[in-house]
């Protein structure tokens, strides 16, 4: 899932400036999961700029509502009326469901309520980890199914650099070293084949421009040739 | 040019280097005049990029620089700073600075240096990097266009004899031997048995070893700890003992263990040269021979 964190109050409220009616959209999926966006933070970021509204004597009205996924249109259709009553949106979604909504209200400013910080996982209650940086190219099946683009500290793609200090990472002694972990994995699995192969250069395709994935069925609808 | 690095180490002469960080006042004089204090003495100066990830000067105006003083450079390319343009354009200017020795390592990361919310750039990695030069070598840059054929280099690349785990070291530096590199420098090491089981593990092949030795700073060995100086580890015991002494006397203390470790690498007759790092006392290379 994406991972990401409140804005500190101060920010939000200085973004928003003299605007006084602000419609803070919650996003009920990733940023629900991991406590930074969902129904209960939306509601809760309203109240904190009514509260802070008022001790400056201020008109001002913050109300939440919550859709499923802001990166839907689907979803976000159903914000319509409400956005129509805003002079100002602050969204909750992660990055992508904050543009998606900025894209479908563009008369409206939209303001980041969160900083979308990763692709990863609950590794325990209120402990998310990064797992994938989205490249594009997945290589877990040579690395024993540990990313090396988002694992190491480097990005390697082949094999760990001259730091690694006790199996740990020379940037973060917390952290396992990455390609320690994946020699470990694929030894375990009689698959050392695998490291001895070099990796070709990453593809770095996606960083030059706003990737798109077109599922098969749909290929006609939406080629650009 | 007398013979480069590459052809001394094969014919089995004592290859001995010394580490010069390009400084960060723009002005190369001094480097210029300590490096041709070293003539005779020492075979060819490294010169790193940034070493540390900290800002320095230019290596490869460094590194020309010192070629036409009569010197011999070894011109340090990391991954950490450019791209796979920015690197393939550096080989080039090494061409045109009839440089012919080159250290490709992937680099320490920001994380250490003085700049550490810089973008940590690795386009390439180290094995990457010493294939592409192979590849220019033959007509083609990294992305398969074709070039005019490069020079063939001599190529040299890092790696850590102490690495824990070592069999993942080991794997990578096999990579690196495939890739084409003609010597490894090892991250200095402080006793010479902490070199065996990487020679062991590395097994018969052609590429020569030489060995990195540092003489550290004071304040270096005061606040060490594994992992403080990457790549690098002092044995716990020599770091007690250089602790309990007063600045004076470990100054001496360590620079009389360098020459002495030195001195055993040189008899031991299992590397082919050693690599001696003094960052901030540089000056006292020429004494430890
Ligand atoms: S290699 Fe890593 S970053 Fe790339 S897609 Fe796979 S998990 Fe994600
Ligand atoms: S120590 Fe391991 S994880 Fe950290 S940068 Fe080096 S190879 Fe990557």
Redesign the pocket.
Same mark, same amino acid.
Do not use: F, N, Q
């Given at each position: 899932m994406i991972v990401a964190q409140r804005k500190p109050f101060a920010e939000i409220r200085d973004m928003l400036g003299g605007r006084s009616r602000v419609l803070v959209a919650g996003c009920g999926t990733c940023v629900a999961v991991c406590l930074a966006g969902g129904e209960k933070e939306a509601t809760l970021l309203a109240s904190q700029l009514m509260l802070a509204a008022d001790l400056q004597k201020r008109d001002f009205l913050a109300t939440a509502a919550t859709v499923e996924r802001q990166c839907d249109r689907e979803f976000l259709q159903l914000l319509r009326d409400r956005v129509a009553q805003a002079d100002a949106v602050v969204s909750l979604a992660c990055g992508a469901g904050i543009q998606f909504l900025a894209e479908m209200y563009p008369d409206v400013p939209v303001f980041p309520g969160v900083d979308t910080s990763f692709i990863g996982v609950a590794e325990d209650a209120g402990l998310w980890t990064e797992r994938c940086r989205s490249c594009n190219q997945c290589w877990l099946g040579m690395t024993g199914g540990i990313c +090396?683009v988002t694992?190491? &500290?480097? =990005?390697?793609l082949n094999? +760990? $650099? *001259? =730091?690694? !200090?006790h199996g740990?990472? /020379? !940037?973060?002694p917390e952290? /396992? $070293?990455?390609? &320690?972990a994946i020699y470990e994995r694929l030894e375990r699995q009689s698959r050392l084949d695998m490291v001895d192969a070099p990796a070709p250069l990453m593809k770095h395709n996606r960083s030059t421009r706003p990737s798109r994935v077109i599922h098969p069925a749909y290929k006609k609808r939406f080629s650009i040739g | 040019m007398a013979d480069s690095i590459c052809e001394r180490v094969r014919s089995g002469s004592f290859e001995v280097v010394g580490r010069l960080d390009p400084p960060r006042n723009g002005n190369l004089s001094q480097l210029v005049a300590l490096a041709a204090s070293w003539k005779g003495k020492i075979g060819s100066v490294l010169v790193t990029d940034n070493a540390s990830a900290r800002l320095g000067g230019s290596a490869l105006l460094t590194a020309e620089r010192l070629g036409r003083e009569g010197i011999e450079p070894i011109l340090t390319v990391s991954c950490r700073d450019g791209n796979r343009i920015a690197l393939g354009s550096t080989v080039l200017g090494a061409v045109a600075a009839s440089l012919r020795t080159l250290l490709c390592v *992937?680099g320490d990361?920001p994380a250490f240096g003085d700049h550490q919310d810089a973008k940590p750039v690795y386009d390439m990695d180290s094995v990457q990097l010493i294939a592409m030069v192979r590849n220019m070598e033959q007509g083609r840059d990294a992305s398969g266009n074709e070039l005019e054929p490069l020079p063939r280099f001599c190529l040299a690349a890092a790696a850590c004899a102490s690495a824990d785990p070592l069999a993942p070291q080991l794997s990578k530096a096999r990579k690196k031997v495939r890739a084409g590199v003609d010597i490894f420098v090892t991250l200095p090491v402080f006793r010479v048995d902490q070199l065996e089981p990487f020679l062991n593990g590395l097994g018969e092949i052609s590429v020569k070893v030489i060995a990195g030795v540092l003489l550290p700073r004071y304040e270096e060995v005061v606040s060490y700890k594994d992992g403080s100086i990457p790549g690098t580890f002092i044995p716990h015991d020599l770091v007690e003992q250089w602790r309990a002494m007063d600045p004076g006397a470990f100054s001496s203390a360590s620079a009389d263990h360098v020459k002495r470790l030195v001195a055993d690498l040189r008899s031991w007759g299992k590397v082919a040269g050693v690599c001696i790092s003094a960052p901030g006392r540089e000056d006292e290379i020429l004494g430890i021979l």
């Open positions: +090396p694992m190491c &500290a480097k =990005g390697l094999g +760990p $650099c *001259s =730091g690694t !200090v740990k990472c /020379e !940037v973060d952290r /396992e $070293c990455a390609w &320690a | *992937s990361h």
